[in-house]
C-alpha cells in the first residue's frame, strides 16, 4: 500500500480518479502503472480537516429565591 505522496514523488501526473485505485496498490505496481501518465506534478487533494468537537453548554443552577432578595 502506497501514500499519494510517494506517488507524487514518481513525477508523474496520475489523475484524481486514479487516486482510489493508486492507495490500494503495491510500490511496485504503482511504479508501472505511473507510466502510463505523462511527466508532471501530480495534484493532491487537500487533507480533509475534522471539525472540532462541539461543547455543551454548562448548565447554571439558578439562584435561590434568599440570595436573589439579598441582591436587591
Known amino acids: 500500500m502506497v501514500s499519494l ?3 507524487a514523488s514518481l513525477g508523474y501526473a496520475i489523475p484524481e480518479n486514479w487516486h482510489p485505485e493508486v492507495l490500494a496498490m ?3 505496481k504503482c511504479k508501472s ?3 502510463k501518465w505523462p511527466r508532471g ?3 493532491l ?4 480537516k475534522k471539525p472540532a468537537p ?3 453548554a454548562k448548565k447554571t443552577k439558578p439562584k435561590s429565591k434568599s440570595l ?3 441582591e436587591e
Open 5 to 7: 505522496e510517494w506517488a
Open 26 to 28: 503495491s510500490e511496485d
Open 33 to 35: 502503472f505511473a507510466k
Open 41 to 43: 506534478k501530480m495534484i
Open 45 to 48: 487533494p487537500e487533507p480533509v
Open 54 to 56: 462541539k461543547k455543551t
Open 68 to 70: 436573589k432578595q439579598e
